[in-house]
């Protein structure tokens, strides 16, 4: 298979972790670039089990394939010990398989309570909070870009990373304190007896994984590179400051592995049938209505990581447009369309209205205050309802009103459908046969 990015083009959780592990068998390494355990990946298997990763790539229930977690992930070593553990004990083989950048950052408990404090901080002033996973992606990302961050090699050094964690620990605990006015603080020898320990864990798993993957481009093997969150959430392209902290686009899928661009065949984004965001920001389609209700319920869309009910609304063609430009996106893989069954009518926004002067606008804008001065134009599409998807063997087989929309999405988002899922299975995929 080429090498390929897989990314989310709206603001996340729109099935990365069901398109990655189904188009894995055909790769050799499946790789992660950025975010941290706040990505919720969620991948059923065949035999009914269900897992939801954090940080292990999603390729990681083919055998034969090798994972990586790149140097721009931020790595909670706790979190990342658990999952290692609740993988093995169903029978998966992490070690030999998953291996780790030696210049990856650690996330640290420090990282999680200064992200908490920020976002009560931010409540209370305006209330205009992020509403984050509360994982400590943004304070360890901050830690990376003002050079103070603890990096996995540092653990493999327990004199300097007792060194650098008690520097750290001291500012941390000093900002909590007196800037945040909060009562939790850090013990650093707690933390010190923690944390040099998980050299004797980690250590099969480090090496330098930028050489790895440039040998591996070299031999000719395939490559997947797993992109968390989604283009919209992103620090440069996202809807700031309502994004996370890292660049889930195409472009850090090279900073966050050590890979040239060259090296990249194509870009399938991952798109739901509709559109849903956890945390705040804005949202133009999003409905507060019965319709956005039944998009939730049926759906089941509840965050993956924090459990946090999703807003649910139509598909943004306008949003998609301009991720699609952003990533250089060659084909687009359409997911939760069986959702959209139970809909008596099915709308899709091709065009925003900007409400101060009636003009429509083709182009979304990352601009908050323009944001907030549109409204969606919206096509409308006959339900489908009851309609048997579940019996099709390709898109071809859809019925009629599907194949509909279908069409009036590709023709708006200008990009190909190549796969269409119609459930969280592996075998609920149209097109990923073609596309391998
Ligand atoms: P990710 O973060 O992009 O990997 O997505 P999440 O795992 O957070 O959320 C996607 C949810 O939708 C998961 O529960 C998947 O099992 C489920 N899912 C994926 N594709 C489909 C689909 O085509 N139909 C339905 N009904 N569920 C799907
Ligand atoms: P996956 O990979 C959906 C959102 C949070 C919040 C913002 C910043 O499963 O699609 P952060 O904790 O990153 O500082 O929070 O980003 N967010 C996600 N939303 N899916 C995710 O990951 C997300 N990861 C972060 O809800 O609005
Ligand atoms: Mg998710």
Known sequence: MPNTVVLGSQWGDEGKGKIVDLLA???????RYQGGANAGHTIQLPDGRSFVLHLIPSGIFHNDVTCVIGNGVVIDPVALLEEIRMIEAEGITVKGRLFISHNAHLIMPYHKLLDKAAEARLMKND????????RGIGPA????????G????DLLDRESLREKLRRNIAEKNELLEKFYGSVEHCDVDAIIAEYEVFDQEMDTYITDTALLLNRAIKDGKSLLLEGAQAALLDIDFGTYPFVTSSNPTAGGACTGLGIPPMAIDRVIAVAKAYTTRVGNGPFPT???DETGETLRRVGREFGATTGRPRRCGWFDAVAVRYTNMINGVTSLALTKLDVLSDMD??????KYERLSDGKELEHFTTDLKQLANIRPIYESFEGWKAADMKGAGCREELPQPVQKYLAAIEREVEQPLEIISIGAGRDETLGAREVA
């Open 25 to 31: 068998k055909n790769v050799d390494i499946v790789a």
């Open 345 to 350: 009518e099915v709308k899709l926004c091709t």
């Open 150 to 153: 603890i990096r996995i090699v």
């Open 127 to 134: 209330g205009g909070s992020v509403g984050t996973t509360g």
């Open 141 to 148: 990302y901050e830690d990376k870009f003002a050079r103070k």
């Open 286 to 288: 999003e409905l507060l």
